[in-house]
């Protein structure tokens, strides 16, 4: 875009992004590709957008991220001290201009970095290198009229306001008018030897390639299939009641997140072995659950991803379950669940509610308790009696709380 084709108030300094935001989780700004992002960054730093950007050392830091991204997903390791090498600069300079990248809402965490190793079950080793991801903040889009769908990291471009299709439109009318002036490419052309009596030409052009549409990728950027979104619907339905911090997301928001998992075929154990690990109360306590769980899950994906490498997602297996035999009970209802989401063979390796770990069951059954005192909410425990029966359902919330939701939903139907 052309600087006077702009909004004035672009031009004038905006708040440094707050820490709080640097992170994938908490960001405002949309998921970009290097390419577009080198250009976000380029027009910020002309328009001093941030006091201490530089055209030159703020730009070729960026440049140096840009040239070493992911095309598809534009993640990137940090690399300190091989970018402080290549650009010819101090390590500090270097750290220096990527918090500005940070504060200008270009870059957030998505994995940080540690000076030791961690152990993680089922690897021997995990790498712990700084991992960032190249984001559009929300002033740029605001400045060119960009209409968004969704927010933060996932959000999408998907139109114009009226003043940005003014602005892009004569931005397309002058790159055509440059366009114009260059001199012609020297296109490849052959003629024919032999003379055509008829005095038609016998000069011809190569035949113009058809334009194929992209597919669509996954968040991991996998080709999205349709065998691979039915595999995914199936997980999202099995293991939505199992882990309560999933509730607030829809199951086709979930099934998306999920897409990676089915695509590679990872088992239904394995896929519930993953929620367990990746659960919020276990990495930022019993007080905090995400409000938006399918992005959580995106960001994961994408953490997971940056560290080991999308083929420890073929090979990683979870340990085997430790407990009693599944009950006669559970078999019924792993048929009735079998019935209700189609033929899916990862369905007969779900164990019993007896093998769940005691302090999972513990936070279920208050989540469930608080959720019904606090808002008359029988959505849990009935998506439970549904597949599980109402003997399961007490085993896991008690029968006094599987009661009352039973009564309440009988109160609510509809006469007949």
Known sequence: MHTRHLPATVLHQHPPVPQSEHDVLTTQSRRSQPRQWLTVVTWLVKHRA??????TTTVNVAADLAARMDFQRGIVLYDLEGTAHRLGISRATVKRHI???RELGTLVWLQHGSRRNLRLPGR????????????IPPVYDQAHGHRLSGRGYTARHIGFTPEG??????AARESATRTRREPPSRT????DPEADLRHRSTTTRP????????????ILGATVTAAA????????RALRPLHTWLQHSRTDQLSWALIDKAADRIPLRQVDQWLHEINPVHHFGPDWRPTRPHVYLAAQLLRDAAVAGESDLRTDTAPEPVGTSPTPEFHDAVDAMRNDAGPLKEFAEITGIDDLDASLVRQMRADAWRSFKQHGNTDLVLVVVDGLGVTEAGRL???QLVDACLRVSAQTQPAA
């Open 50 to 55: 941030h006091p201490k950007a530089l055209a």
């Open 99 to 101: 918090k500005v990248l």
């Open 124 to 135: 021997a080793y995990t790498a712990t290198a700084t991992v960032y991801g190249a984001t």
């Open 165 to 170: 299709r003014r602005q892009a439109i004569l």
């Open 188 to 191: 490849p052309i052959t003629h």
């Open 207 to 218: 035949a113009r390639r058809a334009t194929l549409r992209k597919p669509r990728t996954s």
């Open 229 to 236: 979104y039915q595999a995914a619907d199936r997980l999202a």
């Open 397 to 399: 919330y008690t029968p």
